[in-house]
């Protein structure tokens, strides 16, 4: 399958030719869209306090793992963790970054952000096409009190494959065991209903276009357009609003400690305040790196991506924060896994 | 146009008698032409053995099915084309559908009908048509058409003509906006400045001694257009309208925009649909090195390459069959 490497080597040369990536001290990295503004960002931070550049493709988390896999850049980034079996043969590290979240928009005349609640089974049977109309019962019973209009629901997702979908399928897998055995969780998958649009972009064009539309988004669109946000009943049965705060508590809740390369569930967790679909984005390095000192500008990039500055940079994009613990973590396995010539590249 | 790129026999003597001898410099030119050419060969011929390479494993596993199996499920990794190369050919034929009467109007206005000053302006204006980016189109398609057809185009049609049995298949399911039809309005347009820019030139290829006999006979204009330019031109004019339907079949960004992307299977024109392109263009970014995915989309790739060559190479046959004879 050379023409998708060829492909992509070439996204990356050209990428790094145009911005200015003559200084050999800069870091390449690719892979998935959903983080790329917040990377984007701790890039431009970074180069002016270190004076080193980082030029991230946002390719697809597909794109960036192989990418990674070819080693034709310096760290690749996906949505969706990388199977264990895959990161052990292709002597690759996974850490996550930083936590992001999807909402479910409508578009409901007289109904507001906040409104409506909606659950895991409702919502896996809207889209599956065994919901079809607003007022139907089982929405009523979650919304006593709200008017519900006889109309059709038109579920809208994302066209191209992604890691929202990915999440956002997982959630619906964990939510009802019909859609798990019938659809299933990937980056993209046989919807069994509805219409699929492009992007974070044209899920929210569809649903402001299409009256009674039902659409998922990443949490940080939605903030940044002021979208028509529903609150989701979550595992502990309680409403809960889609709030940083909210994600916070899905992101403690999750079993870190026995996550296997970082790749903790934060879907549906137990927590009374949890947001149910949670999820954190990660960052693949090679544990052997070819060249050590590229390697070990990455991890300082990452670094200072986890310090103050990095949190605020997130934070003001409406992404949240890894919990410290974590944090820490992570640094430990930069140091216990990534060597050249039997030595850590990087160390504190 | 096609008569000079094909070259004429006539021109051969010519150039074998002005052979280049003696010098250096003209072998080498000569020798850089023979490379232009066959370069086009070359690269045409590794980008089909590339994507049929590519394919191959995705067509061993699934079989000759691939071709018109409907499933297209990542999870269960389950792939077939049937779904997409129906999307493909439906939303090319509903463009050519509506394109070829606007392109005969059009044509025929321009060369026959038109006073001089509209001419140009009218002219350009279906070039300018051809030079806006597929990506304009998508999102015009997407921010304007979509909802236009959502809110006064499909419900009175749904309602009116949903009920009929038969015919109403076509048009059921709630009013979205995006699907077949409106991805083949889209492309419609797109193809439109291709198939009226061949039209005018078969239409000014016309010899007036025969469009002026007819009127001295007391022909109509509809009756001349009829009976005079369209039979004279027809082949080439078949040609042309291939042409479209060959650009109308690989067109991607557009149709992404404004299909609906639902990898299945509906009767109805405006159920959301996909085509090749614009899976391709949906599933590519993650779909994994050595996945099946991916053997998948490369094999949807060259069917597309053959269903393109196909109808390219029919174009081809009409228009020189008719300027040969």
Same mark, same amino acid.
């Given at each position: 399958m050379k023409f998708a490497n060829i492909l992509g080597a070439a996204a990356i040369a050209v990428g790094s030719l145009v911005s200015g990536g003559a200084f050999a001290a800069d870091i390449n990295g690719a892979g998935a869209s959903f983080p790329a503004p917040v990377y984007q960002a701790w890039a431009a931070g970074y180069k002016a306090k270190s004076g080193t550049g980082m030029n991230y493709q946002s390719i697809g988390s597909g794109g960036g793992q192989n990418q990674i896999v070819n080693r034709t850049v310096d760290f690749g980034a996906s949505d969706a963790p990388m199977a264990d079996d895959k990161l052990a043969s292709n002597n690759l590290l996974q850490f996550p970054t930083v936590i992001g979240s999807v909402v479910a928009i409508v578009n409901l005349e007289g109904i507001e952000s906040g409104q409506l609640k909606l659950s895991g089974p409702v919502l896996a049977e809207i889209y599956q096409g065994k919901i079809t109309k607003w007022n139907d019962p089982k929405i009523a019973e979650l919304n006593k009190g709200v008017k519900l209009p006889e109309l059709a629901i038109v579920p809208v997702y994302r066209s191209d494959s992604s890691g929202t979908s990915f999440v956002f399928t997982s959630y619906l897998a964990a939510a009802s065991a019909d859609w798990k055995s019938n659809v299933g969780a990937a980056t993209s998958v046989q919807w069994p209903t509805g219409a699929g649009a492009k992007g974070n972009e044209g899920i929210a064009g569809t649903v402001k276009n299409t009256k009674g539309a039902i659409g998922f988004v990443e949490y940080v669109y939605a903030a940044a357009n002021k979208l028509t946000t529903t609150d989701l009943i979550n595992k502990a049965g309680k409403a809960v609003k889609p709030t940083e705060a909210a994600f916070m508590a899905a992101a403690s809740a999750a079993d870190w400690k026995n996550a296997k390369n970082f790749a903790a569930s934060m879907i549906d967790t137990a927590g009374e305040t949890a947001w149910p679909i949670v999820s954190a984005t990660y960052i693949l390095l090679p544990k052997?790196?070819?060249n050590a000192a590229q390697s070990a500008e990455a991890i300082k990039f990452f670094d200072w991506a986890y310090g103050k500055e990095g949190d605020e940079i997130a934070e003001k994009l409406h992404y949240i924060a890894l919990p410290d613990s974590v944090v820490e973590d992570v640094r430990k396995a930069w140091k216990a896994e990534v060597k050249a010539d039997g030595k850590a590249v990087w160390t504190n | 146009m096609d008569a000079t790129l094909g070259g004429s026999s006539a021109d051969t003597a010519l150039v074998t008698s002005h052979k280049p001898t003696g010098k250096i410099s003209d072998p080498i030119f000569v020798g850089l032409l023979w490379a232009s050419g066959i370069a086009v060969l070359l690269i045409l011929g590794l980008i089909i053995a590339m994507l049929f390479e590519g394919g191959l494993p995705a067509l061993r596993e699934f079989g000759i099915s691939f071709l018109w199996s409907t499933s297209w499920n990542p999870v269960t990794e389950k792939f077939g084309a049937g779904v997409m190369v129906f999307g493909t050919l439906l939303s090319a034929i509903i463009a050519v559908i509506v394109a070829l009467p606007l392109s005969f109007g059009i044509a025929f206005f321009l060369t026959e009908i038109a006073p001089g000053p509209l001419r140009r302006p009218i002219g350009v204006a279906i070039q300018l048509l051809a030079a806006v980016p597929s990506i304009i189109y998508g999102m015009w398609g997407f921010f304007v058409v979509v909802p236009l057809i959502a809110a006064y185009v499909q419900p009175p049609l749904i309602e009116w !003509?949903?009920?009929? %049995?038969? !015919? =109403?298949a076509l048009f059921q =399911? %709630? %009013? !979205?906006?995006?699907?077949m039809l409106t991805a083949g309005l889209i492309l419609a347009l797109m193809i439109l400045p291709f198939i009226t820019a061949m039209f005018v030139e078969v239409l000014e290829s016309v010899p007036p001694m025969l469009k002026e006999s007819a009127f001295g006979v007391g022909a109509t204009t509809f009756e001349v257009y009829r009976n005079v330019s369209v039979p004279y031109g027809n082949t080439a004019m078949v040609g042309a309208v291939m042409l479209g339907l060959g650009r109308a079949l690989g067109e991607t960004m557009a149709v992404t925009f404004v299909i609906g992307n639902a990898t299945r299977m509906s009767a109805s024109l405006f159920a959301p649909g996909a085509t090749i392109a614009s899976t391709i263009a949906n599933e590519f970014p993650e779909a994994s090195m050595g996945s099946l995915k991916l053997q998948s989309l490369l094999q949807l790739g060259f069917i597309l390459f053959v269903i393109s060559f196909i109808v390219l190479a029919l174009s081809r046959m009409l228009v020189r069959s008719k300027i040969k004879g």
């Open positions: 052997n790196p070819s | !003509l949903g009920p009929i %049995p038969v !015919l =109403g =399911g %709630p %009013p !979205l906006g995006a699907g």
